[in-house]
């Protein structure tokens, strides 16, 4: 059974960082690329960063383009979202994706496993 864990999410203040971690377990993570997407009230899911299965390419919409970077650890099955500058904005859950898909990708369709989130709340 695939299970993705996100982690680390709090309140913050506006201007702070944070980092967020998802641990996959019952995969073979490496084959995997993985994504974090965000969804706040009111809105449709959103993708914030892509990274490929050795983190070798990543992508990233403009609107979090030199703030947020991803990464991730294969020995340790999880990947990182490393968000800085945070904004009001940028409150949401986050969630961690996983794709058999070989490069990332933005498409929440192409993603196969998702976690339960966890809540990023930033204050003004």
């Known amino acids: 059974q695939v299970q993705l864990v996100e982690s680390g999410g709090r309140l913050v203040q506006a201007g702070g960082s944070l980092k967020l971690s998802c641990v996959a377990s019952?995969?073979?993570?490496?084959?995997?690329?993985m994504g974090w997407f965000r969804q706040a009230p009111g809105k449709e899911r959103e993708f914030v960063a892509g990274i490929d299965w050795n983190g070798g390419s990543t992508l990233y919409p403009d609107s979090v383009k030199g703030r947020f970077t991803i990464s991730r650890l294969n020995v340790k099955n999880t990947v990182y979202l490393q968000m800085n500058t945070l904004k009001p904005e940028d409150t949401a859950v986050y969630y961690c994706?996983?794709?058999?898909?070989?490069?990332?990708?933005?498409?929440?369709?192409?993603?196969?496993?998702w976690g339960q989130g966890t809540q990023v709340t930033v204050s003004s």
């Open positions: 994706a996983a794709s058999r898909i070989v490069n990332p990708t933005d498409r929440s369709s192409e993603y196969q496993y």
């Open positions: 019952g995969l073979t993570f490496s084959r995997y690329a």
